[in-house]
């Protein structure tokens, strides 16, 4: 099951990548945090099926808003990169967001303190009975410095490439994926760097060597084509 933390990282890469600010990312997810503890497959009170009451990581209301759309557009409506991609249709097309001065593409941009654009979240597009939350002012600072934390220092993986013979493999930190194509290592290496801004190792286990046979053994019940 996906943990809090990895659906927010999620949320914040691609928004982020989308021309959202990070002080707004962290605004989003501090209302997502109250509205559906950051779940995609969130019912309102927890009535699954209930077409009439809130879904999803916003809890748009009624929950037809949402999933009648992403249908329409042929994405699954569980899903927290679908649920992205409405909230970035309703930036463009101006949508759910009714704030007198402000746009809703404006707020996705705006430099903003996360308390501050939290607050705005709230009362211009939830718009719930009682807009005076707090919390949430809170729960944004939490993400915003938590995910700058984590985006600064670079999350550890084990990523590599290797070859063993004429065979290249990719070790993508917990599984094995055989590369039939030269033009894949080159992709895989792009991705990688522009991703962490460093080169992804690559090892030559051709020969006997202890520690990769090690390695390898370990892997072989992951190799996947």
Not at 4 to 20: C, D, M, P, R, V
Request: with cysteine; glycine share 6%; hydrophobic share 35%.
């Amino acid at each position: 099951m996906t943990t809090q933390l990895e659906t927010a990282k999620q949320i914040w890469n691609y928004l982020s990548s989308k021309g959202w600010s990070q002080e707004s990312v962290a605004a989003l997810l501090g209302n997502m945090q109250s509205e559906s503890g950051i779940i995609p497959d969130c019912w309102e009170s927890d009535i699954i099926g209930n077409m009439s009451g809130g879904y999803g990581l916003v809890q748009w209301t009624p929950a037809t808003k949402y999933i009648n759309w992403a249908k329409t557009n042929g994405l699954v409506y569980q899903d927290v990169i679908s649920q992205c991609k409405r909230l970035e249709w309703e930036v463009e097309n101006n949508q759910q967001f009714q704030h007198p001065s402000m746009t809703f593409k404006q707020f996705s941009q705006s430099k903003q303190m996360p308390e501050f654009l939290a607050d705005i979240f709230i009362r211009y597009y939830e718009r719930p009975a009682n807009p005076n939350q707090p919390i949430r002012q809170t729960q944004a600072r939490y993400w915003f410095n938590l995910l700058k934390t984590i985006q600064n220092k670079g999350e550890v993986t084990m990523q590599c490439i290797y070859s063993k013979g004429k065979a290249m493999y990719y070790f993508t930190g917990d599984k094995v994926k055989i590369l039939t194509d030269p033009a894949q290592v080159t992709i895989l290496k792009t991705i990688y760097r522009d991703n962490n801004g460093k080169d992804m190792p690559v090892y030559d286990w051709s020969g006997t060597n202890p520690t990769s046979d090690l390695l390898l053994t370990a892997l072989k019940n992951n190799l996947a084509g």
